[in-house]
């Protein structure tokens, strides 16, 4: 994976949540982002229902913990985990304002090295975040080592296609159009966007099959992948709100992880005693 060429280095990507984590917390939390409340949030509880043991995995301040727990859609606790430190302190000041209500467990650690058992949960969340992991691979590894069986992993992303680097609309005055660029898809490269004043942070473009296919080779199957239109309170601004319109912002996937049965050893036995011949199909149903 190329990276930005201002890219200020390893230290800087670990140190950047730290700086910003007010700057987090105060333009998405509590209400205060419309695509969060609108589309990020409730397409978390769809796809979490019926789930018991939940690690939210990037979680941040806890927002989403938060929600998820409010849903009542971890009948048996909630786990989130961040290696930044400053977030999960605004997280505990937040749990702190719960008045009695279920709160998430925190601990600190990174996607690449969980600090939890094999099999230990039943569902695992990573929203937005994925994008700010350098080693994808290994946090996709751990994803599955901590999963039970039969558990799901819900990812939610930038779009890869439509919303990577490059990737926007284009208000061409001289030919009078608007349309919306795609940037170079099947480039993976890390660049630093500048996301509000003061503010920039790394965010890495894979394509998608960067995440579906290390899922798939350790048994997490894509069941629906969502692509959900933007809200409407985004585009009040834009230059073509029926074209962005059609441009989703967002994609949600779930896999669930289905471990493949192991193969029993061929049984020998004299032709006339099997049940199966030549040219016919043991499949039952």
């Known amino acids: 994976m190329s990276a930005d060429p201002r890219d200020p280095g390893a230290a800087e990507r670990l140190a950047v949540w730290e700086r910003?984590?007010?700057?987090?917390r105060e333009t998405f939390t509590g209400g205060a982002d419309p695509e969060y409340e609108n589309e990020i949030l409730p397409s978390i509880a769809a796809e979490l229902s019926r789930a018991t043991r939940v690690l939210d995995l990037g979680c941040g301040e806890g927002q989403v913990a938060r929600y998820v727990l409010a849903s009542?859609?971890?009948a048996c606790g909630l786990v989130g985990c961040d290696r930044s430190a400053a977030q999960l302190a605004?997280?505990?000041?937040?749990?702190?304002?719960?008045?009695?209500?279920p709160a998430p467990v925190y601990v600190r650690g990174e996607g690449e090295r969980l600090p939890f058992a094999a099999g230990s949960f039943d569902a695992v969340l990573c929203a937005l975040v994925i994008e700010h992991a350098e080693d994808v691979d290994a946090v996709l590894g751990?994803?599955?080592?901590?999963?039970?069986?039969g558990g799901r992993f819900v990812l939610l992303v930038n779009h890869p296609l439509l919303q990577g680097s490059g990737s926007g609309i284009v208000d061409d005055r001289i030919l009078g159009e608007t349309y919306w660029r795609v940037g170079p898809y099947l480039d993976e490269v890390v660049?630093?966007?500048?996301?509000?004043?003061?503010?920039?942070i790394p965010f890495a473009h894979r394509p998608l099959?960067?995440?579906?296919n290390p899922l798939a080779e350790r048994d997490l199957v894509c069941t629906p992948m969502l692509e959900p239109a933007p809200p409407a309170e985004l585009l009040a601004g834009s230059v073509?709100?029926?074209l962005e319109r059609a441009i989703p912002r967002l994609l949600v996937m779930r896999f669930e992880h289905r471990p493949a049965l192991p193969v029993a050893p061929a049984a020998s036995c004299a032709p006339d005693a099997c049940d199966d011949q030549e040219g016919r199909s043991?499949?039952?149903?």
């Open 20 to 24: 910003h984590a007010d700057w987090w």
């Open 72 to 74: 009542g859609l971890a």
């Open 90 to 101: 605004n997280a505990q000041l937040a749990d702190a304002q719960l008045a009695g209500s």
């Open 142 to 149: 751990e994803v599955a080592r901590v999963l039970a069986p």
């Open 191 to 200: 660049t630093w966007e500048d996301v509000d004043a003061g503010v920039r």
């Open 209 to 212: 099959s960067r995440y579906v």
């Open 240 to 242: 073509d709100p029926d």
């Open 282 to 285: 043991s499949r039952r149903g």
